[in-house]
Every structure is written in C-alpha cells, then in structure tokens.
C-alpha cells in the first residue's frame, strides 16, 4: 500500500511541475473564457459580500494587460 501511494505522490508531484499559469500563455489577441462560480449572497437584490468578485479581478486584470480579449461565464449566484 506504502509503495502505491509514494508512486501516486511521484505522478502528481510531477504533474504539478507542469502546471501552466498565466505566465506561461501568451493570450496576446485571444479570446480567454473565464467561468467562475461565485455563489455571492445576495438580500434584496444586493450583493451583501463582494469577497469572491475581488478575489477573480486580478487574474481579470491580467489577462486584459496582457491584451486577452476576456469572457466572464458567470456561474450560480446564490439568491438566498
């Protein structure tokens, strides 16, 4: 079991050396969709924490200064 789970831990160890970031691309002219599910509580028609939509504005932000052409997929947002 010991040796399984150390092979397991090699893959996704080098796997994750391979993870790209927005460093790695050049979006430069491309149209980048972005889907985010934000499920931000919302009373009376108003968003009552905005945490979520700060915490997606700098990767927004950087892809539009590196000249990406950026689409927004709005997931759920939660009514209750």
């Given at each position: ?9 090699t ?7 391979t ?6 691309v050049?979006?430069?002219g491309?149209?980048?969709?972005v889907?985010?599910d934000?499920?931000v509580?919302?009373k009376?028609g108003k968003?009552t924490?905005v945490?979520?939509i700060?915490?997606i504005?700098?990767?927004l ?10 689409i927004?997929?709005?997931g759920r947002?939660?009514?209750?």
């Amino acid at each position: 079991m010991r040796a399984s789970f150390n092979s397991l831990l090699t893959q996704v160890t080098a796997s994750m050396s391979t993870y790209r970031t927005l460093d790695d691309v050049d979006v430069t002219g491309q149209a980048v969709l972005v889907r985010v599910d934000l499920n931000v509580p919302v009373k009376g028609g108003k968003v009552t924490d905005v945490t979520r939509i700060e915490r997606i504005l700098p990767t927004l932000r950087e892809l539009g200064s590196k000249g990406a052409k950026v689409i927004v997929l709005l997931g759920r947002v939660n009514t209750n």
